[in-house]
C-alpha cells in the first residue's frame, strides 16, 4: 500500500513563502508522475502543478496558469519526496492542498496529469492559509 503524507503547511501573510513536502512511504514506489491539487472552501478541486520524470531525468514540469512564475514543483529521489516551493502568496491561495501519484494509465493526450482521475493515489492534504 502507497502512503502520500503532506506537510509544510501553515498561516502566512501575503507575499510571503511556503514549502510543502509530499513523502511516499509503502512498497516499492515508481510513480508515472506526481501532483499539486488544491481546493478552497465551497470550490472544487484544482490542478496546480505535475512533475514527470524517470531516474535523473525530469521530462517535463507544468503549471496552473494561476501559479507559474510563483510556484516551483521539485522531487528528491533519494528521499522519495516531492516539493512545492510557493512564493509571492496571495490570499487566493489559501485552500487544503493535496499530494497526488500517478502511475500513468490511461493517458487521454494533452492535458494528461492536470485532472485528478490521472492519479491513482492522494494524500490527506495540507492547509495552506494567507492572510491579506
Known amino acids: 500500500q502507497v502512503q502520500l503524507v503532506e506537510s509544510g503547511g501553515g498561516l502566512v501573510q501575503t507575499g510571503g513563502s511556503l514549502r510543502l513536502s509530499c513523502a511516499a512511504s509503502g512498497r516499492t514506489f515508481s510513480p508515472y508522475a506526481m501532483g499539486w491539487f488544491r481546493q478552497a472552501p465551497g470550490k472544487e478541486r484544482e490542478f496546480v502543478a505535475a512533475?514527470?520524470?524517470?531516474?535523473?531525468?525530469?521530462?517535463?514540469?507544468v503549471y496552473a496558469d494561476s501559479v507559474k512564475g510563483r510556484f516551483t514543483i521539485s522531487k528528491d529521489n533519494a528521499k522519495n519526496t516531492v516539493y512545492l516551493q510557493m512564493n509571492s502568496l496571495k490570499p487566493e491561495d489559501t485552500a487544503v492542498y493535496y499530494c497526488?501519484?500517478?502511475?500513468?494509465?490511461?493517458?487521454?493526450?494533452?492535458?494528461?496529469?492536470?485532472?485528478?482521475?490521472?492519479?491513482?493515489?492522494w494524500g490527506q492534504g495540507t492547509q495552506v492559509t494567507v492572510s491579506s
Open positions: 497526488a501519484a500517478s502511475l500513468g494509465r490511461d493517458y487521454h493526450g494533452p492535458g494528461y496529469l492536470r485532472f485528478d482521475y490521472d492519479y491513482d493515489y
Open positions: 512533475i514527470r520524470w524517470s531516474g535523473s531525468i525530469t521530462y517535463y514540469v
